[in-house]
């Protein structure tokens, strides 16, 4: 099985094209096989596994799977990552693209050198998460971006005890499907410093395009943020979101990057 190694601002992924095969798609979504392949160590190690396919109406569709095996509707680095790879394949045209996903089709494009993404408009925004909170955390919002995302915001996103915190407030009972959670607090340029803990990764991972998304649409219904917000992720890297208020809702771009480490062939797994 060809395979391709990308990162999204230290989210890392491993994508396989299935376009036209679909033994190729349901073998590359076995859980088993994911968990595999996801391995730090004894597989490849990545956050999850991106499958390319072919899609009606759409240059092709994209299947996310979380580090656990599990489905998940929508992942905005891997789409940032689909992006740079379908230009890459001479899949799509670099200036304007759209392809499927669990949460509804997503639009995308090379600009500047770097690719960007259209979700869709952000659901079920509660700017108070009705949730009790602790020392350094100020606020709470939930809001779904294609999947839930719980937003602290906190005074210090670095000093926020992630690896222990995180799992209280992903499993909290008034989150029904559980929820992503980040960790959001002024950066010394301007902008944001976010961290995230990752469903489906089950701990903190170096970026989550869905989570800057949730940050800045939050932080704007809390008046702190204003049309283009910039978040830099855990690995340094940062994720530019723009919202574009329209008569359909909000649309959230997201721009980041969307780099091919390398590519290869999987064989004794």
Known sequence: MK???MSGSGNDFVFVDARGDDL?????SDAEFVRTVCAPHTGVGAD???IIQTAHAHDFRLTYL?????????????????TRLAVELAIA??????????AGSVRGRIREGRPEVDLQPPQGLRPD??????HGEQRMG???VGVPHLVVRAADAELAEVATRGPELRYHSSLQAGANVNWVSPDDDGGWRIRTYERGVEAETLA???GAVACAFVLGAWGEAGGVTKLRTRSGRTLTVTLRPGPDGTTPSLAGEGRIVFEGVLREL
């Not at 190729?24 to 590359?28: D, E, G, N, V």
């Not at 045209?93 to 669990?102: N, S």
């Open 3 to 5: 395979f391709w190694k």
């Open 24 to 28: 190729l798609a349901k073998r590359a």
């Open 48 to 50: 999850g596994v991106a």
């Open 66 to 82: 979380n580090r656990d095996g599990s489905f998940g509707e929508l992942c905005g680095n891997a789409s940032l990552c689909a």
């Open 93 to 102: 045209d670099p200036a304007g693209l759209m392809f499927a996903t669990d």
């Open 129 to 134: 998460a009705g949730i009790s909170r602790l």
């Open 142 to 144: 939930f809001v779904t």
């Open 208 to 210: 989550c395009g869905t």
